[in-house]
């Protein structure tokens, strides 16, 4: 139990284009998603947290309005990154904290490889 | 927020006992220790946490010592599959309940 899904795994898009990155708790309710930022060969940068049907808390240096973050429900979280730059290209990956039992875990997605051409 | 300390890079031998160290000097008394283990390009995957007590599960075992400033993590018996960044963290109120990855480990685990 405990699943973390991400989708797409892998995407490939142009400068100056959007893309929307999904985060799911398969088999949990999340109240609390988390999105980090991985560079190569850099450990994982917490970029935002977020709680379902309110709004993303963004860490300090982390453009909000680029880095646009949706928690509709207690299963889906989307990290959409608006007018992409190469600069922007890196591990994107998302984690989810449960209720009850779950509290004090987070489980990992297994990333989304984002890169902008 | 405490932060962690560890050394970047170890190499153990297959089937040996490896001993990760972790230097978490101002933690607190409600923060707990977590590790977890990231193999090349996919996500973070739990292994073990613990408050004060020593843990143990079926991928490794957590040495806290007395006055927490510090733990081990060690996974009994390495195998090839064990080769990954292991990391160390520090997580409670102080963080937000949040976790902020530190720097990790390097393991490689050689035939």
């Known amino acids: 139990g405990a699943v973390v899904s991400q989708h797409p795994s892998r995407v490939i898009c142009k400068s100056g284009t959007s893309v929307k990155i999904e985060c799911r708790s398969l088999d949990f309710q999340a109240t609390t998603m988390f999105w980090y930022r991985q560079f190569p060969k850099q450990s994982l940068m917490l970029m935002a947290t977020?709680?379902?049907?309110?709004?993303?808390?963004?860490e300090q240096g982390v453009e909000k309005d680029k880095f646009l973050i949706n928690h509709a429900s207690l299963t889906l979280s989307t990290l959409t990154v608006t007018s992409a730059h190469p600069e922007d290209s890196s591990f994107y990956i998302c984690?989810?904290?449960?209720?009850?039992?779950?509290?004090?875990?987070?489980?990992f997605g297994p990333g989304t490889r984002l890169t902008v051409l | 927020d405490a932060k962690t300390t560890q050394p970047p890079s170890m190499d153990c031998a297959e089937g040996r006992a490896a001993n990760l160290p972790c230097n978490h000097s101002t933690i607190s008394g409600n923060e707990y220790v977590y590790w977890y283990r990231q193999i090349h390009s996919q996500g973070p995957q739990y292994i073990i946490h613990?408050?004060?007590n020593n843990e143990t599960n079926e991928m490794a075992s957590l040495i806290i010592t007395e006055d927490r400033k510090s733990s081990t993590l060690i996974l009994p018996h390495a195998t090839l599959r064990d080769t990954a960044v292991y990391y160390c963290?520090?997580?409670?109120?102080?963080?937000?309940?949040?976790?902020?990855f530190g720097t990790g480990t390097s393991l490689t685990v050689i035939p």
């Open positions: 963290i520090v997580r409670g109120k102080k963080t937000g309940n949040q976790f902020y």
């Open positions: 977020s709680n379902e049907g309110s709004k993303a808390t963004y």
């Open positions: 613990g408050l004060k």
């Open positions: 984690s989810a904290r449960g209720t009850g039992g779950l509290y004090n875990e987070q489980f």
